[in-house]
């Protein structure tokens, strides 16, 4: 639990430095920490498949369910149905950034492996990395969206 309290904080606490930045980060400054944030969780999960994938009684069952899960979200037209029902509660930019923010805080990759890890070996560095990294991209869609955002940390600690 503490892993999920500190995630929750960061995402808080990231949308309110976020929220005094509104419209105060440049574009460019937007762009290069996001392109930062995506590399580390690239790294993290390609350095959490290498340590475990090996270990892994079915290793093609990662490939396998990668493959259907995309396959199944482009057939039944996942993110055309996720935005209508984002533009159905709001029409302003925020619905678009919290959408963002709740997919991304939510259901990443370290999302999911993090209290995995937690939970099966006691090791809380992928929620800990986790949170540090929504924290710093809170901080760049509350500026762009507004402290709107911090309503992600509820779905998250939910």
């Known amino acids: 639990m503490f ?6 904080v960061m995402i ?3 949308s309110i430095i976020g929220g005094i930045f509104k419209k105060g980060i440049k574009d460019e400054y937007q762009d290069i920490l996001m392109q930062a944030m995506g590399f580390a ?17 079915y290793p093609i069952l ?9 396959l199944l979200g482009q057939i039944i037209n996942l993110e055309l149905r996720f935005n209508k029902l984002v533009n159905k509660f709001s029409k302003s930019n925020l619905a678009e950034g919290l959408s963002t ?3 991304l805080f939510c259901i990443g990759s ?4 993090g209290p ?16 540090m990294l929504d924290g710093i991209t809170s901080i760049v869609l509350a500026s762009t969206f ?5 309503a992600a940390a509820i779905v998250l600690f939910v």
């Open 110 to 113: 370290l999302s999911i492996l």
């Open 41 to 57: 969780a690239v790294a993290l999960g390609i350095n959490a498949i290498t340590q475990h994938l090996p270990d892994s009684k």
């Open 12 to 14: 808080i606490a990231g």
């Open 62 to 70: 990662f490939i396998v369910s990668l493959a259907i899960g995309g």
């Open 101 to 103: 923010a709740v997919l």
């Open 116 to 131: 995995v890890e937690a939970a099966l070996h006691g090791d809380y560095t992928y929620l800990l990395t986790n949170g």
């Open 146 to 150: 507004g402290f709107g955002i911090a």
């Open 3 to 8: 892993g999920t309290i500190f995630n929750t």
